[in-house]
Every structure is written in structure tokens, then in C-alpha cells.
């Protein structure tokens, strides 16, 4: 079944530290990747996507994520969190199957001053 | 307006009454999706249109009722809603849902209780 893996339900760093947020996804064939944020109460905002194209992805707000074909992942990194950074990120596949994506189950991120 | 808006942004409602969640996208978007979002879950798809046609239903139940009446609007209606319904129902759209690289925008989303 395609599926997709988002390791930690939450991640605590301190303002300045780095940020890792791992996704791994199921791999029947190429698929598109997403990150998503959601901040508190509010919907979904894009931060990158991938889509066959460069392996390393930018994004907005400082993010980045790396496709790795050989380890099914899509982790997402920033090297310097911010306080602003504080919300629940989500990875998404999509395998070209009439708009459906798949989404992670999520992973709260709090950054500590 | 821009990007995606849906009202209202919170409901309340009783199990026996009927209320219609409406979101609208100014992107010029051809495809419009319904999700719902609830605690400890992950986001689950419910309706998909693409230029006004219904193209995934996933398998929710008859209480809830989708309209599309053009690209740029969808409904959801609601009765006889369970207390198990209330979560956060996120509308989203795309140009359309051809390939797999189209990403979505998503409104803001709509916070039902059901009492």
C-alpha cells in the first residue's frame, strides 16, 4: 500500500539549533513530495515540493529537503530554527492518481527560546 | 480576496440541524477538494471535483453532501450530523488533478462541533 512515514510526532529544538524532520515513503514508483505547515487554527501552507527535478529542494522560510531515492526519504531541515517556526508540519506523496494525496500523520515542532 | 477563503470559520450545531460549509478560490483554479481533519488523525480526503464533476468520493457518509456549482466554489452540506463529525473541514485547490506534481492551496478551514 503507499504510504508515507513521518518518524517523530514531535520535535523539540531551541531557537538557533538546527531542525530535522524525517519522512520516509512508500516507493511503488516516482512520486511527487511535499512539505506542508500548519500553524495554529489556521489551514496548510506549501513550504517545497519535489517533482523529479533537483534531489535538493528550497523552500520558503529557510527550509530544505533532500529526495533520496536509495533511502525513500524526504527529511525536511532548516539550520537555524525561530521561535515563528513553532507548528505542525506534514509530509505529502502524491503518485499521480487523480489529485489524491497522501498525507503523514504529522509532527508538532516547539521551539524552546 | 485572494488565495483560498471559507466561511463560516467556526459552527456549532445540533445532530438534527442543516448547515452548508462554503469555500471559494480565487486562483483560477480547475480542481476543488474537501478534507477533514481531525485530532490524532490524518488529514482524510472526502470529495474531489475537477471542472465541476465529482471524480472521488471516499466512501463518507450520506450525512455530508458536496455541490460544485462552478470552478471557483464548493460546498459541504450537513445533517443529521454525529458528535464524531466535529473536527476542522479544510477545503484546498489545485489547476487540476492531472499529474502528480500539482500542489494544493488550502483555505483555513472551517472548526465544526456537533452537540
Known amino acids: 500500500a503507499q504510504s508515507v512515514t513521518q518518524l517523530d510526532s514531535h520535535v523539540s529544538v531551541s531557537e538557533g539549533t538546527p531542525v530535522l524532520l524525517r519522512c520516509n515513503y512508500s516507493?511503488?514508483?516516482?512520486?511527487?513530495l511535499f512539505w506542508y505547515v500548519q500553524h495554529p487554527n489556521k489551514g496548510l501552507q506549501l513550504l517545497l515540493k519535489y517533482t523529479s527535478a533537483a534531489t535538493l529542494v528550497k523552500g520558503i522560510n529557510g527550509f530544505e529537503a533532500e529526495f533520496k531515492k536509495s533511502e525513500t526519504s524526504f527529511h525536511l531541515t532548516k539550520p537555524s530554527a525561530h521561535m515563528s517556526d513553532a507548528a505542525e508540519y506534514f509530509c505529502?506523496?502524491?503518485?499521480?492518481?487523480?489529485?489524491?494525496?497522501?498525507f503523514g500523520q504529522g509532527t508538532e515542532l516547539s521551539v524552546k527560546p | 480576496e485572494t488565495g483560498v477563503t471559507q466561511t463560516p470559520r467556526h459552527l456549532v450545531m445540533g445532530m438534527t440541524n442543516k448547515k452548508s460549509l462554503k469555500c471559494e478560490q480565487h486562483?483560477?483554479?480547475?480542481?476543488m477538494y474537501w478534507y477533514k481533519q481531525s485530532a490524532k488523525k490524518p488529514l482524510e480526503l472526502m470529495f474531489v471535483?475537477?471542472?465541476?464533476?465529482?471524480?472521488e468520493n471516499n466512501s463518507v457518509p450520506s450525512r455530508f453532501s458536496p455541490e460544485c456549482p462552478n470552478s471557483s466554489h464548493l460546498f459541504l452540506h450537513l445533517h443529521t450530523l454525529q458528535p464524531e463529525d466535529s473536527a476542522l473541514y479544510l477545503c484546498?485547490?489545485?489547476?487540476?488533478?492531472?499529474?502528480?506534481?500539482?500542489?494544493?492551496?488550502f483555505g483555513p478551514g472551517t472548526r465544526l462541533t456537533v452537540t
Open positions: 484546498a485547490s489545485s489547476q487540476d488533478i492531472a499529474g502528480g506534481s500539482s500542489e494544493q492551496y
Open positions: 516507493s511503488s514508483y516516482s512520486p511527487s
Open positions: 471535483y475537477n471542472f465541476k464533476e465529482q471524480t
Open positions: 505529502v506523496v502524491s503518485y499521480n492518481q487523480g489529485g489524491k494525496l497522501i
Open positions: 486562483l483560477g483554479h480547475n480542481a
